[in-house]
């Protein structure tokens, strides 16, 4: 008689029952009755009875589904699961693949596994940090007391396709929180053992290559053998991964130049150094110890520095005469970035520090010349494209533009969001002598925007959210996150749009920023990075009963529950001690700026 008892049924048979090899045994007999779960397919609308305990793997097998890539993850009543996953009651499955983003999560991050793994492997007392998202891929520090080569780059690559090529199975293992600590402490893993202590959760997943452990936030797949492609290339001081691309699945994401972008991610490096604040453990062991304000002030006031600085810049540019070298003055400072990077803050904070160097700011937002919403152009699907620029009323922006750089007074648009109107505010304006045009909005740096103006009168500036924190060495904070819980709370609180319907537009969002937003960033003049160190753990806790309210019968519930699961991770912080004049008071609320 099998004495092979399964804990997790209890809850789903009789308390004298227990499975045995798929069949019930009850009191001590066998049945020859097997225990079965329904479960209903998505991909192609269909239910099946399959074994209990199946793995999402067996079931993908008994399905017969045929996917153009294969399923590295799945959707389980809208909430993401690896293909370990066994099924004990009926479930709705929706298989993943690399084109979606919670299957290229689990690609990438499983990438991250066997690149740890093969840098253990080569250099076991190396240090490996997975760090910026940069150039469609990820810089890697990889730290061992010597500048990185050629050579061991190439070691690397090669260490790790053995790992793919040797089609190892990646172990997934549930064990007690103290007994994890325990063991990344014998490791010297010190970011997981701060990040671990910090949670306060009983118990905690690992994963296993071989003889090498490691912790990853979310699924993975189940064996090297499905990374089916990847890169590693020498990139700065460091290295970079690269990972097909999402539209192109066969292919290598193209890497871009984006030298401004990483040089920002670098600055802020540096200031979390002098803080000794590089991950979330870091974080919340300050918040912790009571040093929530000094964290808040000095994020502060670095931000506010460097955007004296910009300042200072621009009046540089904007006082000097015409007559020298035939350069004519900056008369308009373009304020561009993705959505919910913190624009127009930026542009209300710069224009304070514009006035400080005797320059007169005039505000304009793009924000104010979208069309009346059915004049909008619309995506395939159907959908308003509100990121297409030519939402945008170019004609009226135009016009006002030439007449406010020839002296003239312009009424500027109002756009109403609740009704989709676009109406005149009654606001009039005009330049004077030593007046800038501050102009802020997504499509600020589009170069048919502003065709008619010579360059050189225009200043740009690109302002993005660029998360520089990460959980742990091996798992980063994506910078997308950030901006989408802005933009859940913002549009809450200010658009009355609920959680659910934000995280449904979020990717037409991204969508239309790679279009028309990304690809003209590295032309700014200057970038300026909207995050702040402490800024998750004050977002938790607005963010966190909006996505509470999203119900697990609709598709959103998958986003909604791992930014759920992401936030918790950080302690949180009472908004209490930012100050009015923070940029994150443009989507808490409380902000001395008028928006």
């Known amino acids: 008689m099998c004495r092979v008892f399964l804990l997790v049924m209890l809850a789903e048979s009789d308390e004298n029952d227990y499975l045995c090899k798929n069949k019930i045994v009850t009191n001590g007999k066998a ?37 153009e890539n294969p399923p590295v993850a799945a959707w389980v009543n809208n909430k993401v699961q690896g293909m370990h996953y066994r099924l004990y009651k009926p479930k709705d499955l929706h298989f993943l693949d690399v084109t979606s983003a919670s299957g290229l999560r689990t ?31 990820y810089f890697v520090d990889l730290l061992f007391g010597r500048p990185v080569t050629l050579d061991d780059v190439g070691q690397l690559r090669r260490r790790m396709q053995e790992i793919i090529d040797a089609d190892l199975p990646i172990r997934r293992y549930e064990v007690l929180t103290s007994d994890a600590i325990t063991m990344f402490e014998e490791k010297g893993s010190v970011s997981k053992v701060k990040l671990l202590r910090s949670q306060g959760s009983l118990y905690t997943t690992y994963y296993s290559l071989d003889d090498y452990q490691d912790y990853y ?30 539209e192109h699945p066969k292919e290598l994401g193209e890497m871009v130049t984006q030298e401004k972008m990483f040089s920002i991610f670098k600055e802020h490096h540096r200031w979390q150094d002098i803080l000794g604040l590089r991950t979330v453990g870091d974080m919340n062991e300050m918040i912790d110890k009571g040093y929530s304000s000094q964290l808040i002030q000095v994020s502060e006031a670095l931000q506010e520095k460097k955007i004296s ?10 006082t000097r005469h015409s007559h020298i070298g035939g350069v004519k003055p900056v008369r308009m400072v373009l304020i561009a970035g993705p959505s919910s990077s913190g624009k ?28 009346d ?63 800038v045009l501050v102009v802020e909005g997504i499509h600020a740096l589009n170069p048919e925007l502003t065709a008619q103006i010579p360059p050189e009168c225009i200043y740009s500036v690109y302002a993005s959210a660029l998360t520089t924190l990460l959980l742990d060495n091996h798992n980063y904070v994506p910078t997308t996150d950030n901006r ?60 966190e009963p909006l996505l509470e309210q999203v119900p697990e019968n609709c598709v959103e519930y998958a986003e909604a529950y791992r930014l759920l699961k992401f936030l918790r991770y950080f302690h949180p912080i009472p908004d209490d001690n930012i100050p009015p004049t923070s940029l994150l008071r443009e989507f808490l609320g409380g902000s001395s700026f008028k928006y």
């Open 217 to 246: 936030y979310g699924a993975m797949l189940t064996r090297t053998s499905q990374l089916y492609l990847f890169g590693l290339e020498k990139y700065d001081d460091g290295l970079l991964l690269r990972l097909p691309s999402r």
């Open 373 to 435: 919403r059915e004049k909008t152009p619309r995506e395939a699907s159907g959908d308003y494209d509100f990121e297409h620029l030519h939402a945008l009323n170019l004609e009226l922006f135009n016009e006002q533009l030439n007449a406010l750089f020839r002296g003239e007074e312009v009424e500027l648009p109002r756009y109403d969001f609740p009704t989709g109107r676009s109406m005149m505010s009654g606001k009039k304006l005009h330049l004077d002598e030593n007046s």
């Open 309 to 318: 600085q910009i300042a200072d810049d621009i009046a540089r540019r904007a």
């Open 107 to 137: 690609y990438t991050r499983s990438l991250f596994f066997v690149l740890c793994k093969a840098a253990h492997d080569l250099w076991p007392h190396c240090r490996l940090s997975i760090d910026i998202p940069v150039s469609n891929g």
């Open 344 to 371: 127009t803050t930026t542009c209300k904070r710069l224009s304070v520090q514009l006035s400080v160097n005797s320059i007169k700011p005039v505000i304009i937002s793009l924000d104010d010349y979208f069309v």
């Open 31 to 67: 049945c020859c009755m097997e225990q079965k779960v329904r479960i209903r397919c998505i991909n192609n609308d269909s239910t099946l009875e399959v074994p209990m305990g199946s793995t999402l793997e067996d079931v993908y097998q008994l399905l017969g589904l045929e996917m």
């Open 484 to 543: 989408l819980l802005r933009r859940i709370i913002r549009d809450y609180k200010y658009r009355g749009v609920s959680a659910v319907e934000t995280i449904r537009r979020w990717p037409s969002v991204r969508k239309g920023e790679n279009r028309w937003i990304f690809p003209y960033q590295e032309h700014a003049d200057q970038m300026f990075n909207t995050a702040m160190l402490f800024e998750l753990a004050v977002i938790r806790g607005q963010a």
